[in-house]
């Protein structure tokens, strides 16, 4: 992890008025686990770093580093008018940027995923944006 993520992961625990024990607690750690987390000696696996953003209450762009803004970004989804998804951007970026996984590049994924057809990628995110407008619509 970068000094970005210790940095903010201490910073917002701090800020939240958790101390190390109380926020390790919380997470289902132990306090030394978040120690090295925030030292930078260790990385937390995603589940915990889903849980740690959740419980800060900020995106994980933020915690990781890649944005300033630490809000969340809730998107909504109208099924009367839907939105016109960037699906050539996004199999670009799939196409050139390089994911990583516990540091670690993933060079297959890229290749997985352009093999997809568009149509199968357009109807996965169609089924996903009607799912989160109904889960919106009963909360």
């Known amino acids: 992890m970068t000094n970005t993520f210790c940095e903010r992961l201490a910073e917002l625990r701090t800020t939240n008025g958790y101390s190390q ?7 289902n750690l132990t306090k030394s686990a978040l120690s090295n987390y925030e ?18 209450n900020v995106s994980l762009d933020y915690l990781l580093g890649r944005t300033d803004d630490p809000r969340l970004v809730k998107r909504s989804y109208n099924s009367e008018r839907p939105f016109e998804f960037p699906y050539k951007e996004l199999l670009n970026s799939l196409r050139t940027d390089q994911y990583t996984l516990g540091g670690r590049p993933i060079p297959n994924l890229q290749k997985r995923i352009i093999e997809i057809p568009l149509e199968s990628i357009q109807r996965i995110i169609h089924a996903f944006l009607d799912e989160g407008a109904k889960r919106d619509s009963q909360n």
């Open 39 to 56: 030292n930078g000696s260790r990385e937390p696996n995603f589940a915990t770093l889903v849980n740690i953003a959740n419980n800060l």
């Open 21 to 27: 024990q109380k926020f390790a607690t919380m997470l």
